[in-house]
């Protein structure tokens, strides 16, 4: 099976081949020909399977021949790093066909996306709540709109923005064909498609489970010897890119100070950063003048940097579907991929549930020559990092040594 059983235009295929796809990937296979006879669709698909085509496709099929006026295709994104990416992937797969796409955001000025948006851009990837501001101020038309994406929903739940969906829904009451994509279905989410999709087919790709060309690794290692323990992997292992996690924007930043320091290439991606900050940063971790970027889970959605042979989990995530998104950013369409995940005797609740889920014992590893009984001389806390705003900092230190 090749792209050429979708019947797509000669246009959007001239995309496709732009793009280097030869063969298409299940969700691909499943979720193209459901959506392109205009069913309602929840693909259930974790990042890094090809979801993204699988709806880009079918769309700028349909709006391809029709009237180029007004938003036709709105997809709504959880993370500007995600809009971005996706708005990336429309205007590669449809340079051929005249389609425009914008994607709109907060934390840029909003005059700049007001004026965009009176170019008529048939589709447009949107963040939830720079999307209300301009529905608020009536700068977005949607009364022509054909296709509604709903893009990571369970990210979009995680992040609070489900009452902002419902207000941006409130807003589209007119027939359309919704699309819901989330690699988890929790109780919230089934709520919401009960309510918003018309009779549904669910596609389902390796439900929640990591790519099988990812290996995972536990490294136990006590707190205060994380910092001293992936300079040591960092120096060891032959690595290509490096995403590295942290649990807060506090330590991403800190954490990203102390390699800087240590002289790697290295940057943080954390919310606290203005836009320009962000995007400098994914533009020098994808052309590769960055090697290591450490980042939060929410910063880090969106990022698709197919060189990245590592996701180092410095800290243990939240939950196992935080695992899967993290891991998600490597081993991305049949490349090989390590995880490796930093642990600490707090965290052996999270290994079970882990270890359950991927259902197999999960490889400890110790790093050769490392000395794990070394007391830290900082703790791990470079205390020639003065923070800014130092009253709030100097609570989080504080946290941070308690933790
Ligand atoms: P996504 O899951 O949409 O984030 O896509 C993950 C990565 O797979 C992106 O880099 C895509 O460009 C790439 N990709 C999507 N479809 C295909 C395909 N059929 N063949 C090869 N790579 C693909």
Redesign the pocket.
């Known amino acids: 099976m090749n792209f050429d059983n979708f019947n797509l235009h000669s246009s959007i295929m001239a995309g496709v081949r732009l793009?280097g796809?030869s063969?298409?990937?299940p969700i691909?296979l499943q979720a193209i020909p459901m959506i392109a006879q205009g069913r309602d669709l929840i693909g259930l698909a974790q990042?890094?399977?090809?979801?993204?085509?699988a709806f880009v496709l079918p769309i700028l099929e349909h709006l391809r021949s029709g009237p180029r006026e007004n938003v036709q295709a709105l997809i709504i994104s959880p993370t500007r790093e995600l809009a971005e990416q996706t708005c990336k992937v429309v205007s590669d797969l449809g340079c051929d066909t005249g389609l425009q796409c914008i994607s709109i955001y907060g934390g840029v000025n909003i005059d700049q996306q007001v004026r965009r948006l009176y170019r008529t851009p048939e589709i447009v990837v949107a963040c939830p709540g720079r999307l209300i501001d301009h529905l608020w101020k009536g700068t977005i038309n949607l009364s022509g709109l054909k296709i509604l994406v709903i893009d990571e929903a369970d990210r979009m739940f995680d992040m609070g923005f489900f009452p902002d969906i419902r207000r941006i829904l409130g807003c589209i009451l007119h027939k359309r064909q919704t699309l819901l994509f989330s690699a988890t279905m929790p109780t919230s989410i089934k709520r919401l498609v009960r309510e918003i999709l018309h009779d549904p087919i669910t596609v389902q790709i390796d439900r929640a489970l990591p790519a099988k060309t990812i290996s995972h690794t536990l490294y136990p290692v006590p707190q205060h010897l994380k910092t001293h323990l992936l300079k040591g992997i960092l120096d060891k292992i032959k690595t290509d890119s490096v995403l590295v996690f942290t649990r807060t924007k506090y330590r991403a930043e800190r954490l990203s100070r102390q390699l800087l320091r240590s002289h790697y290439r290295v940057a943080s991606l954390q919310g606290d950063l203005s836009q320009n900050q962000r995007q400098a940063a994914i533009a020098g971790f994808r052309n590769g003048s960055i090697k290591i970027l450490v980042a939060t889970d929410i910063a880090a959605r969106g990022i698709?940097v197919?060189s990245i042979s590592h996701v180092i989990n410095y800290d243990m995530p939240e939950s196992t579907d935080d695992y899967i998104h993290r891991i998600g950013r490597t081993g991305?369409?049949d490349k090989n991929g390590d995880a490796l995940t930093f642990v600490t005797n707090a965290d052996s609740d999270k290994i079970n549930a882990l270890e359950r889920i991927l259902d197999t014992p999960l490889e400890r590893q110790t790093l050769k020559g490392f000395n794990y009984s070394q007391t830290a001389p900082d703790r791990g806390v470079n205390v020639s990092y003065r923070p800014r705003r130092r009253l709030m900092k100097k609570q989080r230190v504080a946290m941070e040594y308690a933790s």
Do not use: H, S
């Not at 990042?47 to 085509?53: I, L, P, R």
């Open positions: 793009a796809y063969v298409p990937t691909q990042t890094g399977t090809g979801k993204t085509a698709d197919l991305r369409i």
